[in-house]
């Protein structure tokens, strides 16, 4: 059985960081690639960002270039997004996602909240 299961969120000061991780099981994880996409209240659901499954590519939103960075274990089946330099405008539900593909979406996790204020 498929499982994406995301972990690291919580409420930071603008400015902080955090590290999402998204724990994989129930398919060929080194195979996928991975992706991380958040949704605000009221918004769209937005790509962050996208690593390959050699990790030799990555893709990122222009609003995260420089402050964020995702990267991946395939030992482990773990994909992180470390964050920094978090903004009032990174709040959202972030949602771990795995794809044959770059840009498909074949299993999705139940997401973690990030939440940045003062």
């Known amino acids: 059985q498929v499982q994406l299961v995301e972990s690291g969120g919580g409420l930071v000061l603008p400015g902080g960081s955090l590290r999402l991780s998204c724990a994989a099981s129930?398919?060929?994880?080194?195979?996928?690639?991975m992706k991380w996409y958040r949704q605000a209240p009221g918004k769209e659901r937005e790509l962050v960002a996208v690593?390959?499954?050699?990790?030799?590519?990555?893709h990122y939103v222009d609003s995260v270039k420089g402050r964020f960075t995702i990267s991946r274990d395939n030992a482990k089946n773990t994909v992180y997004l470390q964050m920094n330099s978090l903004q009032i405008e990174d709040t959202a539900v972030y949602y771990c996602?795995?794809?044959?593909?770059?840009?498909?979406?074949?299993?999705g996790g139940q997401g973690t909240q990030v939440t940045v204020s003062s």
């Open positions: 996602t795995a794809g044959r593909t770059l840009w498909s979406i074949d299993y």
């Open positions: 129930g398919f060929s994880f080194s195979s996928y690639a």
């Open positions: 690593i390959s499954g050699s990790g030799g590519v990555t």
